[in-house]
């Protein structure tokens, strides 16, 4: 039998049937059509960049956000976007996976030429997440993470000075996060987690230019390229909740490949009445580090305090409802700064001696 033309340019043999659309493409075609998808999603409507945007690229060394960091930088020159791209990678203090992953960060950091920056929970919260599994054990530990990396993320841009995060969420990533919010009941989060570009008022931007890429394909492309990254797993999230979601997805997606778009078209569909949007809580900044919140602390703050009280599992219900004083002795997140004092115009080259002279006060 014949090899298999490819179905795009008809003269190479093919080499990947794309799990998106079923497709048998060759190697450039795949590059191509897989790069040209994410242009689209990044320039749809008004787009997600502005000309001259300094953008930190949330890196993990895993696949997805070493592939958007490939990309991105190959679009950028491609399409001229005029983006200042930096590399932001939050050191969580996992022993024997991220501080291995983070080898991999520095490595991309060398072959893409893009400055990096590391910010520790360690160092911001003063507890690493082997410290926090210890007390409150594996169950509901990824809930202590999602919420202090996000913040972490925030302030790590803010001393880089950045106007815009990017990260590697996926598609299986927001299908996931449309079921996981459905089962929960959480149905005022499926506009926000379907969002491309989401944004609060005191807040950075935030995007997913792999809104509609799927996880297969990133792992394709990153092979075929033969990027450098990290595979292994977290070692706390095979507990997850996460994880029954994804299982879940993965066998629709066996039976009908087109369910993880779907399923996110299906979370855009949603619409909140006015009745529910009139009783949803304004945000307001949290009366003792200044993140945003939607309560008098935020979560960050109430989950520390928990831990500082040496509470386990009970953390998670500590009050956000609080003074702006913390217990005696009990350490606290320093005061969010939306802005630094980092020129527009601060030359790449003196990033790293310019993140040293911030200050959080």
Not at 4 to 19: G, I, N, Q, W
Not at 44 to 60: D, L, M, N, P, Q
Not at 237 to 259: M, N, T
Not at 264 to 283: D, N, P, R, T, W
Request: aromatic share 8%; charged share 25%.
């Amino acid at each position: 039998m014949p090899p298999t033309p490819c179905s795009l340019c008809h003269t190479a043999r093919a080499l990947v049937k794309r799990p998106k659309t079923g497709q048998q493409v060759c190697k450039d075609c795949f590059f191509e059509v897989f790069e040209t998808e994410v242009h689209n999603t990044i320039t749809e409507g008004k787009g997600i960049f502005e000309r001259g945007e300094k953008v930190a690229i949330g890196a993990s060394g895993g696949k997805d956000s070493t592939v958007l960091a490939h990309v991105l930088s190959v679009l950028n020159k491609r399409y001229d976007y005029g983006l200042d791209l930096f590399l932001l990678s939050i050191d969580e203090g996992i022993t024997g996976y991220r501080d291995d992953s983070l080898e991999t960060v520095k490595q991309n950091q060398i072959e893409y030429g893009l400055p990096l920056k590391i910010l520790s929970y360690n160092e911001l919260y003063g507890w690493t997440m082997d410290k926090i599994v210890e007390q409150v054990g594996r169950r509901n530990n990824c809930t202590f993470c999602g919420v202090f990396r996000r913040q972490a993320l925030d302030r790590g841009a803010a001393q880089l000075g950045v106007d815009h995060i990017v990260t590697g969420h996926n598609a299986d990533d927001i299908a996931e996060t449309v079921l996981m919010n459905i089962m929960r009941g959480d149905i005022a989060r499926l506009g926000r987690c379907t969002a491309v570009t989401t944004q609060s008022e005191d807040t950075i931007k935030r995007s997913k230019p792999f809104k509609y890429a799927y996880e297969k394909e990133i792992v394709m492309y990153a092979y075929f390229k033969k990027l450098t990254y990290f595979s292994t797993e977290c070692i706390y999230s095979p507990d997850a909740y996460r994880g029954h979601a994804r299982v879940f997805l993965k066998d629709l997606e066996a039976i009908r490949p087109s369910a993880i778009v779907d399923i996110i078209h299906s979370g855009e569909s949603f619409q909140l009445e006015q009745s529910v949007q009139k009783g949803m809580k304004a945000m307001q900044t949290c009366l003792r580090c200044g993140y945003i919140s939607s309560n008098d602390l935020c979560k960050a703050c109430a989950l520390l305090e928990g831990l500082e009280a040496g509470l386990d599992r009970s953390a998670l219900r500590q009050t956000q409802a609080n003074s702006s004083t913390a217990p005696v002795g009990h350490r606290t997140i320093p005061m969010f700064e939306r802005y630094s004092n980092i020129g527009v115009a601060q030359p790449t080259e003196g990033i790293e001696k310019a993140v040293q002279t911030i200050e959080i006060k």
